[in-house]
């Protein structure tokens, strides 16, 4: 019942090696670390070498190449549905990425899929790996191993430390993930909070079916089944399980440990 298996569809994810069915569910955040140091990235140079300045303009990303985009006709749809259109000279450049200017990379070990909109003013430090068609809002920050599968969103002043994004994850607005872990089609509500650091010394335990089970993990903040949501200005305690279906409610405060599927918490 605490397997990855039993909180995640792993059918069509991008990274399977990642997420072994019979583990524990938060066994991936333990190999998130070893899984992207070895992770083969890209070496772009030029404009985007990493250097935390700013990119001073539009930057494309097509078929491994860096291309300015001071010719480029782009149309703004929604990333995450296909909808991100870059044409040169009349051709759609199909699957071609998008770092605004104000986009800031931090480290060479960022990955960046097709499809993908990085907006002015997030700032991605390395590792990461955005995956096909995500969006990165303005004023997304991700601190290093952040990585998100394909069609998420990482939103608007939200804030993303050594965490796992599968397919549709989406964290919109205003939100605090450290440690985490958000399911297929799961949804923050603007403001949520995952809190991932007990006051209390020693690693974080789970308690279920009658016993403690030790995570081995110092900070663990929340493991979300896939369609979970959680409503505006919520907060997650230190090692919670959302099971599958699960839902946060707004203003509320979810405890520690293991939620059963489709729960309502108030």
Known sequence: MLTVRSFFDLSDQ?????????????QPLHRLKSYMDDYCYPQFGGA?????IPLPAHVILYEGRVLPATEAQIT???????KLQVRVDGR???GASLLMAGATLVGERIYIGRGVLVESGAMIKSPAII????????GAYLRGYCLAAKRCVLGHATEIKHSIFLNDAKAGHFAYLGDSILGSDTNLG??????????LPGTI???HGGERIDTNLRKLGAILGDTCQTGC??????????????ILMPNATAKSGYHQEKSVLK
């Open 48 to 52: 985007l070498n990493g250097s935390g």
């Open 92 to 94: 759609l450049l199909e």
């Open 76 to 82: 703004y749809g929604d990333a995450t549905r296909g």
């Open 190 to 199: 603007a403001g949520t909070k995952f809190a991932n650091l007990r006051f």
């Open 14 to 26: 991008p990274h399977p090696t990642l997420l072994q069915p019979d583990d524990l569910v938060w």
């Open 131 to 138: 995956g096909d068609f995500c969006e990165v809002r303005q």
């Open 205 to 207: 335990t789970i308690f």
């Open 233 to 246: 200005n919520s907060v997650t305690s230190p090692g919670t399980l959302m099971a599958k279906g699960a």
